[in-house]
């Protein structure tokens, strides 16, 4: 997977969800510096992590990683 196109459903995730990314990083007890590198697909993300925001969010995992070639499905 791309991180440029994993970095793209995060964001918009994360706002269709309402929350900014200091909300967002809050809950997830990550600074927002380490949500921004994720959200520009400058930071290799754990899948750990990965799982733990789409709870926050409340999707599938499956949903927040999946890319299709135009991106959000």
């Known amino acids: 997977m ?3 196109q994993l970095a793209q459903r995060i964001r918009a995730f994360r706002k269709l969800k309402g929350f900014t990314q200091q909300q967002l ?3 997830l007890e990550v600074s927002v ?3 921004g590198s994720l959200e520009r697909g400058t930071r290799k993300p ?3 992590l990965l799982g733990r925001i789409a709870d ?4 599938d995992y499956e949903e927040l990683t999946a890319v299709t ?3 959000l499905r």
Do not use: F, N, P, R
């Open 2 to 4: 791309e991180y440029d």
């Open 25 to 27: 990083a809050d809950k």
């Open 33 to 35: 510096a380490v949500l």
């Open 46 to 48: 754990e899948a750990k």
């Open 56 to 59: 926050t969010l409340g999707i």
């Open 69 to 71: 070639s135009g991106g």
